[in-house]
C-alpha cells in the first residue's frame, strides 16, 4: 500500500514538472509604443465641388490621395499592432 501512494506522488511530481517545463515564458520586455504617425486621425474630406466636370474631376483625384493617406496609415498601425514595426 504504501508503494502504491509513492509510485502515485512520483507521477504526480512528474507530471507536474513537465506542464512547468511546457508553459510559455513570461514576456520580460515592455512592448513598443506605437508610431506616432499611427495615431494620427485620417484627414478631412474635402468641401463638395461646385457643378463643373473639371472641379468634381479634381475633387475626386483629391479624394483618392486623402484615402491612400489613410490606407498607409491604417496599414501602418496594423503592421505596429502584429509586432512589424518598421
Same mark, same amino acid.
Given at each position: 500500500?504504501?508503494?502504491?501512494?509513492?509510485?502515485? =506522488?512520483? =507521477?504526480?511530481?512528474?507530471?507536474?514538472?513537465?506542464?512547468?517545463?511546457?508553459?510559455?515564458?513570461?514576456?520580460?520586455? #515592455?512592448?513598443?509604443? #506605437?508610431?506616432?504617425?499611427? =495615431?494620427?486621425?485620417?484627414?478631412?474630406?474635402?468641401?463638395?465641388p461646385g457643378a463643373e466636370v473639371d472641379e468634381v474631376a479634381a475633387a475626386l483625384m483629391d479624394m483618392y490621395g486623402l484615402?491612400?493617406?489613410?490606407?498607409? #496609415?491604417?496599414?501602418? =498601425?496594423?503592421?505596429?499592432?502584429?509586432?512589424?514595426?518598421?
Amino acid at each position: 500500500m504504501h508503494s502504491g501512494f509513492l509510485r502515485l =506522488l512520483v =507521477l504526480a511530481a512528474a507530471s507536474m514538472m513537465t506542464a512547468c517545463a511546457s508553459s510559455n515564458p513570461h514576456a520580460s520586455a #515592455l512592448p513598443r509604443p #506605437l508610431p506616432a504617425a499611427a =495615431l494620427q486621425l485620417c484627414p478631412a474630406p474635402p468641401a463638395p465641388p461646385g457643378a463643373e466636370v473639371d472641379e468634381v474631376a479634381a475633387a475626386l483625384m483629391d479624394m483618392y490621395g486623402l484615402y491612400g493617406q489613410c490606407a498607409a #496609415l491604417h496599414a501602418d =498601425l496594423v503592421r505596429a499592432l502584429e509586432g512589424g514595426q518598421r
